[in-house]
């Protein structure tokens, strides 16, 4: 197999430069709420942020996944995995505003809640000894170079590892040394994202805390980045080289995988709220008292229904998931219910009103279409399936059932 026989179409090209158009416009938008209104702004701009961050942590988890289990599934989404994960320099660049500029619109609190940055030292909403420690602003930045580094680290390394791969194929050192760091960068990044999730999204509320929040995000990761890649894999194969080689048993495998990462977020999530609810403390159920009532509770039911049980019995079905029409828009849907999801997890703690604000359309477009158009470029720059795999030729090998 050459390499220049699995080059990316031009419609990679055209959708680039799209995404590319429509980042730009959208965050030039929303430079003007960034100065009227710079509260609602950094409140929606994290939104936005989780969600591409998600889709650039979580396909580097998943391409980890692969390489640990060697699963013929994830070869065919190995090189739009790889993709997704080199945008990371991109999302360290996007969390700047955050640490610069945003800090004082999302930590230190609203109305008469007072929130880390600025909580009294003794009396009603003073931090706790070891809070004081950890909740400060030397502490957040240093800790959030500790969390890029890593991702950054197993990017270039898995990166490297794979183009290393397909000038020597026949290293067998070199496939063990996938499956040897694999393990270890799984564990790592879990730990990353979990503190990482305390620090920009659980601090927002500082008296409240949850030792499965940050599983919360790792699953919600993986929905969104299986969903992005099912939607990619589909969009190839509409021109060649692609078209030849995704088959119905692939998107089988991809679906199935979705249908157990929605799985895993539901679980979480219902754990979190059964062992909350049924403790009854007084600062831990206030987490769910802001969200389950009033027009928080109405965005919640459609959380439960369009983010869970209407995804899970779809998924269900066999044809359904072996279907490249249907598939895709489900995958696009789930990425959709991710931005709600995060949505209804963060902006309940500044304000009761549960409508989203122009921001919280235009930014999502801004960093997504930024996002989208990196990663198309970053997918130009490498063969679309990994030739030196030494599992390629029977994972694309036709044999349809």
């Not at 959208?26 to 710079?38: D, H, N, T, Y």
């Not at 899970?312 to 249907?326: G, I, T």
């Not at 789930?334 to 931005?339: A, E, T, V």
């Amino acid at each position: 197999m050459a390499a220049q026989e699995y080059q990316a179409p031009e419609s990679v090209g055209r959708l680039q430069q799209r995404a590319l158009l429509i980042g730009g416009v959208a965050l030039l938008l929303s430079i003007m709420g960034a100065v009227r209104s710079p509260g609602n702004f950094y409140q929606s701009y994290l939104v936005s942020f989780l969600l591409v961050l998600g889709l650039s942590v979580g396909s580097l988890g998943l391409v980890m996944l692969q390489h640990l289990v060697s699963g013929h599934w994830g070869i065919v989404i190995r090189r739009p995995l790889e993709a997704a994960t080199r945008t990371l320099p991109l999302l360290a660049i996007a969390f700047l505003p955050i640490a610069l500029f945003g800090m004082q619109h999302l930590y230190a609190g609203h109305g008469d809640e007072k929130g880390w940055l600025n909580a009294p030292p003794t009396g009603e909403g003073a931090l706790s000894s070891f809070q004081k420690s950890y909740l400060t602003r030397n502490g957040f930045y240093v800790r959030a170079v500790i969390y890029f580094a890593v991702w950054l680290v197993l990017m270039f390394v898995f990166n490297i590892l794979s183009k290393q791969q397909d000038d020597n194929r026949e290293d067998r050192a070199l496939r063990l040394r996938f499956k040897m760091l694999a393990g270890p960068g799984i564990i790592l990044y879990v730990f990353a994202m979990s503190f990482a999730a305390i620090d920009w999204v659980m601090s927002i509320s500082p008296h409240w805390a949850s030792t499965i929040y940050g599983f919360l995000f790792v699953a919600g990761q993986l929905i969104s980045s299986m969903s992005l890649m099912i939607a990619v894999v589909v969009l190839l194969a509409r021109t060649e080289p692609f078209a030849g080689v995704l088959q119905k048993r692939h998107l089988h495998d991809l679906g199935k995988l979705l249908l157990a990462f929605v799985m895993l977020w539901a679980y979480f999530d219902f754990s979190q709220l059964l062992i909350i609810w049924s403790g009854n403390q007084p600062e831990e159920i206030s987490f769910y008292l802001t969200r389950l009532y009033g027009g928080w509770g109405v965005v919640a039911v459609i959380v439960l229904v369009f983010h869970f049980f209407a995804p899970f019995f779809l998924l269900l079905s066999q044809d359904v998931k072996r279907n490249a029409k249907v598939l895709p828009k489900i995958a696009m849907w789930l990425i959709f219910m991710r931005l709600v999801d995060l949505f209804w997890m963060t902006r309940p703690e500044f304000t009761s009103r549960a409508m989203p604000t122009w921001l919280d359309i235009v930014l999502p477009l801004g960093l997504g279409g930024l996002w989208l158009g990196f990663f198309a470029f970053n997918l130009k720059q490498c063969p679309l399936l990994p030739l030196g795999d030494p599992k390629l030729a029977e994972a694309i090998e036709h044999h349809e059932h």
